[in-house]
């Protein structure tokens, strides 16, 4: 499977679900500090959006020409990786990445870049016409979101309030300094 210019970029759920999770187990203890219980509840149940089965299922039946479970460099990691195997460019909005609020807080307390977590449980695929897949998942309870067009440049670049930053190998996942 490959991705293919034209194609929309979507990502299902959340980035850096499955990184947050484990940052909280680890560090729980510094995260009570800052957080209520609530915001540690929360995050530890994170837990329950690790399977990315249901979401895949969909892809295929909708013509994904790329599918691949984020892991590891989080969603630019990805994203990269997608561009690299393909053999395209992409362009990517910053502001339709899906991120949880509880990550951006713990990014922030860890001083971390959220967007290279550990992103288990979240689903990069490409497809030509995403409206019918997106109301799918939706219809099942998962969010899924359009971040992006692959293009036919080998330009890999993401925009960030009209700055355009050019994304590069996958840079070290915090998850590894936890």
């Known amino acids: 499977m490959a991705a293919i210019p034209g194609d929309e970029i979507v990502l299902s759920k959340w980035t850096g679900l499955k990184?947050?999770?484990?940052?909280?187990g680890k560090r729980e203890r510094e995260i009570r500090e800052y957080f209520s219980p609530y915001f540690l509840e929360t995050v530890l149940g994170f837990k329950q959006y690790l399977s990315a089965d249901r979401e895949e299922k969909a892809a295929r039946e909708y013509g994904a020409s790329y599918i691949k479970e984020t892991g590891a460099g989080g969603i630019y990691g990805a994203l990269w990786e997608m561009a690299a195997s393909s053999g395209v460019g992409l362009t990517v909005y910053l502001r339709d990445i899906p991120i949880r609020q509880e990550t951006v807080e713990i990014a922030n307390l860890f001083d971390f870049d959220p967007y290279n977590l550990f992103s288990g449980g979240s689903l990069l695929f490409t497809v030509k016409s995403s409206y019918a897949l997106i109301r799918a998942l939706k219809d099942e309870g998962i969010n899924a979101r359009v971040i992006g067009t692959v293009n036919g440049s080998n330009d890999r670049v993401v925009i960030n309030n009209g700055i355009r930053?050019?994304?590069?190998?996958?840079?070290?996942?915090?998850?590894?300094?936890?």
């Open 165 to 178: 930053r050019f994304l590069t190998p996958r840079d070290r996942d915090p998850l590894e300094d936890f």
């Open 19 to 24: 990184g947050t999770a484990e940052i909280a």
